[in-house]
């Protein structure tokens, strides 16, 4: 017990100088804890969370990997997340969802974007996606004009909090949302951008028929090293092109 808690402990530790990851999520005003890399791999039994597993809160670069869909650590033998065990809801399309992230540091500037998609039999706990191109954006934010006020300028304050609003056409059923920031500190050049994947499940109710547009894209796919969005000096005034497919609207 003594030496399994010193390794958390060190852990935790690391984390706290390090990057970061979606802490937590209110759907419905209902607050879910999110999956704690630090914590939850040594626990007995491990805590169900609505939010799939992440191998810490480093980032991942190659674009390639199927690690950019919800997380991962391929070169450390980890190929991709895995579904979570619970998801949140229900609730109404239409409705706003929190995500909260550990404190972000303010070197790490870019944009957030959020992707979903429609898991199949109306269940995401044995769902992965795999290559195939299911995924449609429903939310971005980038840089303001050439300023250096960025999408997740205001994470890197204490207590704050990014919302997104789940489309009040797409039918009933269950979701993966894939949130994400991207940290562009060092993207002048390929492989630098920075990725931080977080994908939750969520249940949503209502009498919409969409299930996003019909051109999907997929993860690893939807960028490429090559985008104006991926390679990117940020320390340039100059505006900035969110990467990934057109934003889907009702």
Not at 45 to 68: E, K, M, S
Not at 148 to 176: E, N
Not at 220 to 226: D, I, Q, R, V
Request: charged fraction near 10%.
């Amino acid at each position: 017990m003594f030496s399994q808690t010193i390794i958390v402990l060190s852990a935790l530790a690391v984390s706290v100088a390090g990057h970061g990851y979606v802490d937590n999520v209110t759907v419905g005003g209902t607050l879910y804890e999110g999956y704690k890399p630090y914590q939850d791999p040594y626990m007995s039994p491990t805590p169900d969370r609505i939010i799939r597993p992440v191998q810490g809160n480093g980032p991942v670069q190659d674009v390639t990997l199927i690690d950019i869909q919800c997380g991962g650590y391929t070169a450390g033998g980890i190929s991709g997340s895995s579904p979570a065990k619970l998801t949140a809801g229900p609730v109404a399309a239409g409705s706003t969802v929190s995500l909260r992230w550990t404190l972000w540091p303010e070197s790490h500037s870019g944009p957030l974007i959020t992707y979903m998609a429609k898991c199949p039999n109306n269940s995401c706990s044995t769902y992965t996606p795999g290559t195939n191109a299911v995924w449609f954006k429903v939310a971005e934010a980038g840089r303001t004009g050439t300023t250096d006020v960025w999408a997740d300028t205001p994470l890197t304050k204490a207590g704050a909090a990014y919302t997104y609003t789940i489309p009040k056409c797409l039918a009933a059923g269950s979701y993966i949302v894939r949130h994400e920031i991207i940290a562009l500190h060092a993207a002048y050049s390929y492989p630098g951008a920075q990725f931080y994947p977080s994908c939750h499940q969520i249940q949503i109710t209502g009498s919409g028929t969409s299930t996003g547009p019909t051109t999907k894209v997929a993860f690893p796919g939807a960028y490429k090293s090559t985008d104006a969005g991926i390679t990117y000096d940020m320390y340039k005034a100059q505006t900035y092109t969110i990467p990934g497919p057109t934003l889907f609207t009702c």
